[in-house]
């Protein structure tokens, strides 16, 4: 069982290559997942979005249609988890997985190890979010508003269009609003993991977040870099 729930999660497997998602179905299927596997683009999509599944592994060059197309067509329809796997493991590769959507990115080769705690890292926060009654309402300071039972955030009324990611991250720092967080702080918090030497993940959601707040017309500022110490929400700007 894996260490999320009682529950087998279910694990779509979006990979063209046959060896590999052989490996990737046993060894998921040894921690019991309930896992099925597609090996091309436009059918990949299709089972993706139908809600079917709790995390998708993505690769990106996939017949039919490229990864990240996929990813941004998916993120119209579905915020199911998707971990990107994939031979492009270069910086601007890993940005642009992450701006389409990926919640995670993991480069090829990678030990079987690390992608299970990463899967395991991503349901936890999902499970987490989705335990909270929808009850508790709102959230808000100044125009910014946070719906957490759909993980939907709004300024002025407008939807900043946040993945599940970026929103738990914006919720995190208006819970301890102007107060400097620390990325290890932030990376356990939202990430649910620890952070690398050389990991930028948490760097590009809260660019992501930053972008969006610009473009409903908050002021990019609201969340602040203080170097050396972390970042922090700046209510007054808000």
Known sequence: MNAIAQIPARL?????????SGHLRDYFSERHYLVSLCAEGPAGL????SGDYDLVLLDILLPGLNGLE??????QQS??????????GDEQARIQGLINGADDYLPKPFSMAELAVRADAVLRRVALER????????????????REHDMVAFYRHTDLGLTNTEFR??????????AVLSKPFLYQAVLHRGCGRHDRSLDLHISHVRRKLRDVGAPESAVRTVWGQGYTLITDAL
């Not at 299709?46 to 979005?49: P, T």
Request: glycine share 4%; hydrophobic share 55%; net charge negative.
């Open 12 to 20: 779509l497997v979006i990979e063209d290559d046959a060896v590999l």
């Open 46 to 49: 299709e089972a993706a979005a």
């Open 70 to 75: 996929l990813l941004n067509a998916l993120r």
């Open 79 to 88: 915020p199911v988890p998707v971990i990107v796997v994939s031979a492009l």
């Open 131 to 146: 335990i909270r009654p929808e009850e508790e309402g709102l959230e808000s300071v100044g125009k910014l508003v946070l």
């Open 169 to 178: 991250l914006l919720q995190v720092l208006l819970e301890h609003r102007d």
